[in-house]
């Protein structure tokens, strides 16, 4: 079992930053894929930022690419999602996963999930 606890989420003026943390505790070697994935109201869950532990490779979906950075600190277990530039689409309860592979969006590829923590980008 992994547990993901996020936290960081708040209001913003647009154009303005926030930085996201998800502590990873438990079997953290098994889901060495961890995400961030959004989901705005009325939208289906989106995938936006992935990294793979070992190795660092990170991944992007264009909606965030070259505003949003996913960092992490294995030392403390944790990753970090920098977003500055925020717009006010980027509204949404932002999550937290964790999945054994790398390689998608899906969130069905994703085994652990955290609670979320709500983004909210004013005009």
């Known amino acids: 079992q992994v547990q993901l606890v996020e936290s960081g989420g708040g209001s913003v003026q647009a154009g303005g930053s926030l930085r996201l943390s998800c502590a990873a505790s438990g079997y953290t070697y098994s889901s060495p894929c961890m995400a961030w994935f959004r989901q705005g109201p009325g939208k289906e869950r989106e995938g936006i930022a992935r990294?793979?532990?070992?190795?660092?490779?990170?991944y992007y979906a264009d909606s965030v690419k070259g505003r949003f950075t996913i960092s992490q600190d294995n030392a403390k277990n944790t990753v970090y999602l920098q977003m500055n530039s925020l717009k006010p689409e980027d509204t949404a309860m932002y999550y937290c996963a964790a999945g054994l592979y790398c390689r998608s969006w899906s969130p069905q590829d994703y085994n652990y999930w955290g609670q979320g923590t709500q983004v909210t980008v004013a005009s």
């Open positions: 990294i793979y532990r070992h190795g660092g490779n990170t």
